[in-house]
């Protein structure tokens, strides 16, 4: 019955959403919390978080950020000051309107997103050039009245990080955009194994209230576009709004100029839904909450000679791994061979009565099923290797997967071929027009994803919508 | 005007209220949100809570607890499941009413603590023994609505880890429930350098719902308690009330056994009223910030030779500890001793000409002004030994005002006087009636703090307030 257990998620490639609930929930990464669109993070879902939240924190600090914590309330009065802030999140707002027995006379919103808070306090501490930049993040729950969720993907509350930056200039501060920009990529390429697209939104997707968002986008196997991570340049529009202002180096009074970025706990979900294959998870080496599953092959008789080797093997991993021992006597080999594959642990190390008589063990490969015995000389060395190797054929998998799916057209019909039959993104001329970008939008579902960093050459392209002179080579998908 | 800003901290001796509001403004660890209660965690401030984080995480998990995350919001059903619970906490409940333009059909608590809607989910994932113990904890953000607050001590809003877990018997659960005091109670001196007294809350102020409340408590410079910490035997209270029940090895379903745990953002509160003094705080090494600031000293004519040097020494010291590096031109040395020293990195390493021409430097002790000149070769020995001293010498003034100031009278007139007089704890002896427990702070404020863990001799002893037989030697104080 329990072999029958690890056979029952549904094939990724056949039914990708029903295998990402499935699996979300077998492996134990979260839980439906009994309110409408609200989870719970499990453990196993939990620790992916927390390795991204070291990997991630370290390269904010190492780049002279720091973290704080503002209240997660925020008056009705401070959302509205910036008009597109407020008209992009008050729809999604959840409302505090009683404290204790007491209503309260100015409701409070539950953060979407902290802008309006943060920058009402910067009003206070920005004085002079000297003050200047304030670098800081914070690490925080936020709650957005969602009305269809997904696990991860998008829920009511989420986990986050959001940095909220302020400069002298407004080049320090697109500076300071893109210098995040790249951390999400590099991070989200190395850590995550994530191939991404970075560039900038078109002015209809960007923030509310921002002068130009940038944006890191992933390809899902199912051909959709997932955003996961943006960095807004907000120029000086909520500094004016907060007054935000500072004596510069000429002794003038000038309003600062602002940043945004922020990335969240869809990242879980992105990584199980790249990597994941039809027997479970695959997660990558370097945030797997267990890098490492040792289980130890034994009948009875063996049991005296098998276990202490075994045992011996964690100690020697554990100091630099995170390693999971599985010596239960209740469950076959064979059953948490799957049980801890559908879990995705990258490296499983059995060790046996013969594999000790040869002072070997047998490693396999999460990724590729490999099995491969190494000497126990040389346990340390290889085990390093094939984590390292398996993080890298993860990356090419994805790489090789969003290039493969990745096309141009300037023609409007097969583009709408493409995104029909075989999604992925679309590269195509764009005049740079509300109207076309809309009407895509209508006829496709697709909208534009982001204008590439280095734009590419449009001399003599035509709007692939309205046949006007390019603007653009845009990346076109359907996204979640 | 730089030198007098330092200066116009109030005596901590005179006025600790004072000092302590001031000092957190003049530090800069916190500031004022404009909603009533709520405070803003500055990055000094927050820096602090991430290495208490850090520390308490790590033995957390070497205990076998790991990290989730449930829902923010509880709805109001669940909140009153458990009688004693409800009635609690909602007088302090910020209700959330409306989801974007929806009124919800069930009004939602922001958590004041989890209980609920985690029992709602452990309901869900209990059936066997097998799945027990459950041991998570949870780093989150909470709302009481408080009427005085104070900052750290006391907010509206505050960040804590709440642990809960489920346990087959009682005595597993109480086994855990000791085993996350000592855990506090050593963290605590530890890490914070503070003294703690461990013991049992009275039955009057264990937590709502809880069948026994076992507490950490430390004392303050102004003779007043601080609760620093709580862990709680829930019993089978929250399991009868949500329904976890699990099928036994003798196959027999039997109902849970629960504990919650936590501690606070309060704990940083703790620490800046502890140690700091008369020129600003003083942080213990371990969670300090900065751990070393070095100042280089110079004319300009030394500036080539100074700066160098200077900048190898932040270089040799920064791969072990969290060093800050001031060499602005526009402060005098003495006008950044003064505001290092209010912000209370507890090591200040001052390089000069003379001391390059002589192969050292000047190491300078926050806790003791110590002065001590030392040879460049023996930089990284003399920083070690120097902050683990700084560490301990904070602990040993902690340990000595606590014990210094904790008294024993069978006599309540006696007691009255020194509740009003001296303050501090007082051991005495207590009938084990609410009634006396009341008429204690009626009279005079304090409460029983805690029943030690290991009782005194109550023999022949009397109840200080009725005269009846005394039933325990129990700590009372005036608290925050």
Chains 1, 2 share one sequence.
């Not at 004085?127 to 925080?140: F, G, M």
């Not at 920009?181 to 900038?200: D, M």
């Amino acid at each position: 019955m329990e072999e029958k257990l690890v056979q029952e998620i549904p094939r990724k490639s056949e039914n990708l959403s029903q295998w990402y609930i499935e699996v979300i929930r077998r492996a134990e990464l979260a839980d439906y919390a009994p309110m409408k669109g609200m989870m719970v993070i499990r453990p196993a879902g939990y620790a992916i978080w927390e390795n991204i939240q070291r990997l991630l924190d370290k390269r904010f600090k190492e780049t002279g950020h720091t973290n704080a914590y503002f209240p997660l309330f925020i008056p009705e009065s401070f959302l509205k000051k910036e008009a597109e802030h407020v008209e992009g999140f008050a729809p999604e707002v959840a409302w505090v309107t009683h404290g204790g027995d007491e209503e309260l006379q100015e409701r409070l919103a539950v953060r979407p997103t902290s802008e309006s808070i943060i920058c009402a306090m910067y009003s206070k501490w920005v004085h002079s050039w000297r003050d200047l930049p304030i670098l800081i993040n914070q690490w925080a729950n936020v709650v957005r009245w969602e009305k269809v969720t997904r696990p991860f993907l998008r829920t009511t509350e989420f986990l986050w990080q959001e940095g909220h930056t302020v400069h002298a200039t407004y080049e320090d501060a697109q500076e300071e955009v893109m210098r995040i920009l790249y951390i999400y990529k590099e991070f989200i390429e190395t850590e995550l194994a994530i191939k991404i697209y970075a560039g900038r939104k078109s002015d209809k997707e960007k923030f509310a209230g921002a002068l130009a968002t940038y944006t890191v986008e992933a390809l899902m196997p199912d051909g959709k576009a997932l955003q996961a991570g943006t960095s807004h340049n907000l120029g000086q529009n909520f500094a004016k709004a907060f007054d935000i202002r500072f004596e510069d180096k000429d002794q003038k009074l000038k309003y600062a100029w602002q940043t945004s970025w922020g990335v969240s706990t869809r990242l879980v979900g992105a990584t199980i839904m790249v990597h994941g294959d039809d027997d479970g998870l695959v997660i990558p080496p370097r945030v797997a909450p267990y890098q490492i599953v040792i289980v130890p092959i034994f009948k009875m008789k063996d049991k005296e000679t098998v276990l202490p080797v075994a045992e011996k093997i964690k100690e020697r991993l554990k100091e630099n791994y995170r390693v999971v021992y599985d010596p239960r006597e209740e469950y076959t080999p064979g059953w948490k061979f799957a049980e801890w594959e559908m879990r995705g642990v990258p490296l499983r190390i059995e060790i046996g009565p013969r594999d000790i008589k040869e002072n070997s063990v047998v490693i396999v490969r999460r990724d590729t099923r490999e099995k491969i015995k190494v000497s126990m000389d040389e346990l340390e060395e290889k085990t390093a290797y094939f984590l390292d190797e398996i993080q890298k054929e993860l990356f090419r998998r994805s790489e090789k997967f969003t290039e493969e799916n990745t096309r141009k057209t300037e023609d409007y019909e097969e583009f709408k071929h493409i995104i029909e039959e075989k999604r992925g993104f679309v590269i195509a001329p764009w005049c740079g027009s509300q109207e076309c970008e809309m009407k895509v939008k209508e006829d496709t579902k697709a909208t534009i994803r982001l204008i590439p960093l280095e734009e590419g050459d449009v001399e003599g392209k035509k709007c692939m919508v309205c046949g006007k002179p390019a603007r653009h080579l845009v990346y076109f998908a359907r996204s979640y």
